[in-house]
């Protein structure tokens, strides 16, 4: 057997687990089904291009499947000009705007067969059918396979995500073995926070993806309730790692800092052999923003971004959340994390806050700092910190204390104190 069949064959076999993996319904398929959707991806497979091409959009159409696919040149280069301002005109006198792009790769994929016409001649891109061997009909469980099929060869702009990075300080000074031990460490935390919230009933659906040194972590929920989910895991990641550290012999456990912000980002699947990996990375202004912010964090902070965004509610409205209500939104949640156990010590209470200084009537503000960073550009953060009294041990004191960063020639910043929303630390 030729190599190439070999490949095909590995191809198929996990393009079926994926199918499993998308959704129980599959197991209620037909094989006739479950054949057709195999062979559709296989198609999609071939569209793609080995990563040359994205498939933008998909409908139903002539007993088959229509879809939209665009060379990921073009891609950006549709993107730079619908964002460009002042700029001549491309050929395409309707050229798309920016808007209309980001809401093309943000919602449903599928679309009505006019809609999909009209979007291949906006873009000037090629339209291309996929015949099936059985009309598959507009049964929800085949939608639902087909857009997250379609998704995976495509890209997704995601208008608010919230996402943690943890940074492991020093790792470019340590040998490769404790460089890897450091980054098992770490890894070990993330799984173990994770399963924390996951003992407490709290629903979590979280990716990552390394950035060498450290990870980026983000919940594939955007809703509001799981942003916060996020926030709580970055608290219990710290907490497990600085339980770590004191019982930990040489240089095994890593010294972290870390940083939560909320923007906007896109979702795309890397290539891993010659398929798209099944699960996403992001790169956008909030992994931007945050890569910016770590690189001014000191060993041991927690930087929250100045964020402002419009955020999904659990009734399904939205609102715009900055980052002071944000972290007043996470204090009203924190009682779901009562009776956690960390190091076999039950948890009694949790108080996180951002920082600031002590006005005379005994309340606190919340400071607010400009750092620059290498490239010259300020932005706006707050000092973060966590207190987690467990019963029976030594609290655990997460961050940085405000006091301590007047005295910090490296922040080199300048801090603006705001009113305070928020109550004051206990």
């Known amino acids: 057997m030729g190599m190439a069949d070999e490949s095909g064959i590995l191809r198929l076999a996990s393009v079926g687990s994926y199918l499993d993996a998308l959704s129980s319904i599959t197991a209620a398929m037909s094989l006739k089904e479950r054949s057709d959707l195999i062979h559709l991806d296989k198609c999609l497979h071939r569209l793609w291009g080995l990563g040359q091409n994205v498939i933008l959009c998909w409908t139903l159409e002539d007993e088959g499947v229509s879809v939209v696919v665009l060379p990921h040149y ?3 280069s549709v993107a730079a000009a619908a964002a460009s301002r ?5 050929d395409n006198p309707f050229r798309p705007s920016e808007d209309f792009f980001k809401a093309l790769l943000s919602g449903k994929r599928k679309l009505s067969p006019r809609h999909l016409d009209h979007v291949a001649r906006l873009l000037g891109a090629e339209k291309a059918h996929v015949p099936l061997r059985a009309p598959l009909g507009n049964h929800p469980a085949h939608e639902h396979i087909i857009e997250t099929m379609v998704k995976r060869y495509s890209i997704t702009y995601v208008p608010s995500r919230a ?7 020093g790792f470019g000074l340590l040998h490769p073995f404790e460089q890897m031990a ?9 799984n173990s926070a994770q399963s924390k919230l996951l003992e407490k009933k709290i629903g979590v659906d979280f990716a990552r993806t390394t950035t060498g040194d450290g990870f980026y972590v983000w919940n594939r929920d955007p809703d509001l309730d799981a942003s916060i989910n996020l926030y709580h895991l970055m608290y219990l990641v710290l907490a497990d790692n600085a339980i770590a550290r004191r019982k930990a012999q040489g240089s095994t456990v890593p010294r972290l800092r870390a940083c939560f912000h909320i923007g906007s980002c896109y979702e795309f699947h890397q290539s891993e052999g010659l398929n798209p990996t099944l699960y996403h990375y992001i790169v956008g202004d909030v992994t931007v923003e945050l890569a910016r912010m770590i690189d001014r964090a000191l060993p041991n902070q927690i930087l929250l971004g100045d964020f402002r965004s419009e955020a999904r509610l659990p009734d399904g409205t939205t609102a715009i959340v900055d980052a002071v209500d944000f972290v007043m939104r996470a204090t009203e949640s924190l009682h779901q994390l009562k009776g956690l156990e960390l190091s076999g010590e039950r948890i009694e209470s949790i108080k996180t806050y951002l920082t600031g200084s002590r006005q005379g009537n005994g309340e606190f503000t919340v400071r607010r700092i400009t750092v620059n960073d290498k490239h010259g550009i300020s932005r706006q953060v707050y000092n973060a910190k966590a207190n987690i009294y467990r019963r029976n041990a030594d609290p655990i004191l997460l961050g940085i204390e405000d006091r301590l960063l007047a005295s910090i020639e490296a922040l080199n910043s300048h801090s ?3 009113a305070s929303r928020m109550p004051a630390p206990v």
């Open 86 to 90: 002042g700029l001549p005109q491309s």
């Open 182 to 190: 450091q980054l098992n460490s770490l890894s070990y935390s993330l």
């Open 416 to 418: 603006e104190h705001l």
């Open 74 to 76: 073009s891609v950006a």
């Open 163 to 169: 996402v943690a990075l943890f940074d492991i300080v």
